[in-house]
């Protein structure tokens, strides 16, 4: 960004040095173009880098859109695989118990402890996508500000 900031600034400003060397003596012409070749560059520097800073939020806010995205992918995978466990379990426990006509404190002791365990899995996986979500949404806001903000004064300075 530096660099194209410098290369702008150089081109606009050349015409102005060469303008200057040329002449022999300093005239008014000599300085008002002198004077709207610097407004020039000043205003095309704050277009590039007002271009830049745009550039680069987009990218930042796109980039984190798709890592929200992969994460809650992700996690709604985990909470069906942890309901099918779930089920499946349960529909074992219950087979057995049915099978043995008995019902064994350990068994119920087993299907209680893995319900348990996989409801409060559930839970923090909820509670994952909630601050994933949360933190998107903040991330997202701070952003609009600062391109607000940058678009603000620049308009300022430009005026």
Known sequence: MVVVVVVVAAVAVRPIVVKYNSSSSCCSSIVAVTVVH???????????VI???????????????????????????????????????????VEEAVLLVVVDVEVVVVVVVVVVVMLVELVIVVIVVVVVVVVVVVVVVVVVVLVVVVVERVALATN
């Open 38 to 48: 610097v407004v020039v560059a000043v205003v095309v520097v704050i277009v590039v």
């Open 51 to 93: 271009v830049v800073v745009i550039v680069v939020v987009v990218v930042v806010v796109v980039v984190v859109v798709v890592v929200v995205v992969v994460v809650v992918v992700v996690v709604v995978v985990v909470m069906l695989v942890e309901l099918v466990t779930v089920v499946i379990v349960v529909v074992v426990v």
